[in-house]
């Protein structure tokens, strides 16, 4: 890092007045609000975001959220490559960082020695946000454990594939999960009760984020010796009017089924292990899914469904 002597004042010396709590909050106000003094998710205004992107057209190092950490790393170690170590990166990368906090900041943070680089008084002020700044992330951290990501579906198997998609990125996050049509899902993610919904058709509305989650596939399950067991495709047509095993719990997957088979006579089941029991020892016809948690046996099989609506393309609806 080089030593820089710029000079940031009519008189010649670094005015501090310059470096303003709300001048280097801002820039870490993903996290830290300036105005109210507390932690908060958001806090971009317009102008912020015209001057970021100016700044990134022009070519300038952007700000980023590991510099507050590594400039306390530099004030502790003294030196770029015992910090460097520390942080577990490169030498380079951490001064090409620190040049790029100065240059955001517009004064320079460090002065050096022979054999060690240490904070200037512009450095220590920064480093004294800094720490005020990490210890409100891990406050606001500590609570957003407390409150849950509320997630919606209108299927079981994609919602319990993404409550666990998101136990395994936030350990320390509840979730609430809850199985809806899809009319409600969307008032729910419009009024705020719900943080993440899955729908099996893209949303009219361009309000919301989304993306394809997953496709699941419907097929039937059946026993050697039933009259189906050498087709290697059926459809609903063909199964209409057949008794067959259902579980309650599958969502709008039994609005069509029921739809798509008026005829047929379902006997229900509302928890999915006790199911997989009676499938076990049952010889009547079941659905399953490429994601049903059922190991087949020897004497069963699985015939899929070539119908267009027995494939459903599931999608993950943000705000």
């Not at 530099?74 to 990368?93: K, W, Y």
Request: hydrophobic fraction near 40%.
């Amino acid at each position: 890092m080089r030593q820089s002597h710029a000079s940031h004042s009519d008189s010649g010396n670094l005015d501090l007045s310059q470096l303003s709590f709300f001048h280097f909050s801002s820039l870490f106000s993903c996290f830290y609000c300036a105005e109210s003094r507390k932690f908060c998710t958001m806090h971009i205004n317009k102008a912020t975001m015209r001057a970021m992107n100016s700044e990134k057209k022009e070519g300038s190092s952007m700000f980023t959220l590991e510099q507050p950490e590594q400039l306390l790393a530099v004030e502790r170690d003294q030196t770029l490559s015992r910090a460097a170590r520390s942080l577990a990166v490169s030498q380079p990368t951490l001064t090409r960082s620190m040049q790029a906090l100065e240059r955001a900041l517009g004064v320079p943070l460090f002065s050096r020695t022979k054999n060690q680089i240490i904070l200037n008084e512009a450095g220590k002020k920064t480093a004294a946000f800094a720490r005020d700044v990490l210890k409100q992330c891990e406050q606001f951290q500590n609570e957003l454990a407390d409150t849950p990501i509320r997630i919606g579906s209108l299927a079981p198997m994609p919602l319990e594939h993404l409550r666990n998609q998101i136990r395994q990125a936030n350990p320390r996050r509840a979730v609430e999960a809850k199985m809806a049509d899809g009319n409600t899902l969307l008032r729910g993610l419009e009024e705020g009760s719900f943080d993440q919904i899955i729908l099996d058709a893209w949303p009219r509305t361009k309000r919301f984020s989304c993306k394809v989650f997953e496709t699941e596939t419907l097929f039937i399950l059946v026993k050697q010796g039933h009259r189906f067991w050498n087709r290697q495709t059926i459809d609903f047509e063909t199964l209409n009017g057949e008794t067959m095993l259902l579980n309650t719990q599958i969502g709008s997957w039994e609005s069509l089924v029921r739809e798509k088979m008026p005829d047929s006579t379902f006997l229900m089941q509302t928890d999915l292990q006790a199911l997989n029991v009676v499938r076990r020892h049952s010889s009547l016809p079941s659905f399953v899914s490429n994601f049903t948690p059922y190991t087949l046996a020897s004497n069963e099989r699985m015939i899929p469904l070539v119908d267009s609506e027995a494939t459903k393309t599931f999608l993950l609806v943000t705000r």
